[in-house]
């Protein structure tokens, strides 16, 4: 229930009430109206009257006590906070560095229980093939091109007398190049098999090296590789001590030692060219003999 009292002179009046005071100036004809409420516009007549507000359409049409949603501040994040996710991290990644070293070795597990399963053909005593078939005719070249070296090409008298000494030893030359091809035969079969026999005697150092190179996973060294020299002879290229260049890299030291101040030559009877070699070390492929001139 509300109270109120009004004081009125002619053109405005003032009314006192429990919502608060207001005041209106003019006739009743156009009469303006301030105070609790709002501005108001009133006219009348008689026992009609019609009132209008005055307040804007973005003007504020009350008072409230509400408050309004703040906005969020940016807060820094406190040491406690930086510490935590520094530890949440670094656990991150220990587990993740685990969780490799668990995989790696998982893997060289299976590498270790699965690899080299496959069967392999028994091993059997290698066979040294013969030398290659000669002939006279290529004996009588042979010859005649030896004893033509130091003749001039328009001294006919001595290139006949130089073409019938050749044609007369080439049939001993031949006899002498095929005992000689034989006895270098004899001698790499005999190397053959002395190497034979130690493998069936379990020789420590001849196992390990078929072991090596039986199971030997690495493809370049798997691939054949036709272009390096694994025979030549020790010496001039007309030597008959022939030598067989190991493939591994940890046996051609000790090759190096036992053959210590000698020289290699690619032998004329292995199919070289008679020119000089040297032992090359290489640990990505197979060791070899090469000469720039070859």
Known sequence: MGFGFRVGVPGMSVRVSTPGVRTSVGPRAARISVGCGGTRVSSGLGPFYASSSLRGAGSRRGTSTRRTASRPRAVAPSAAQLDRERRQADR????????????????????????????????????????????????????????????GRFARAERSAAKSRAALEAPSFLSAEQARLHAAHASLCAEA???????????????CEA??????????????????????????????????????????????????????????WLGGCGHQLTTKLYTDRSCSLSSSAC
Do not use: K
């Open 211 to 268: 072991v090596n190179t039986a199971f030997s996973d690495d493809p370049v060294c798997m691939a054949p590789d036709r272009r390096r020299v694994q025979t030549a002879v020790i010496g001039h290229a007309e030597s008959e001590d022939p030598v067989v260049l190991p493939r591994e890299a940890t046996e051609l030291d000790s090759f190096r030692e036992r053959h210590s101040g000698q020289s290699y030559s690619s032998g004329g």
């Open 92 to 151: 991150a990644q220990q587990d993740a560095q685990r969780d490799a070293a668990i995989a790696q070795l998982t893997e060289l597990r299976r590498q270790m229980t699965s690899v080299h399963l496959q069967s392999f053909p028994m091993a059997r005593q290698p066979v040294v093939l013969g030398p290659p078939p000669l002939g006279l005719p290529w004996a009588q070249a042979e010859a005649q091109a030896f004893h033509l070296q130091q003749v």
């Open 193 to 207: 098999e002395h190497w034979w026999q130690a493998l069936v005697a379990n020789d420590e150092e001849t196992v």
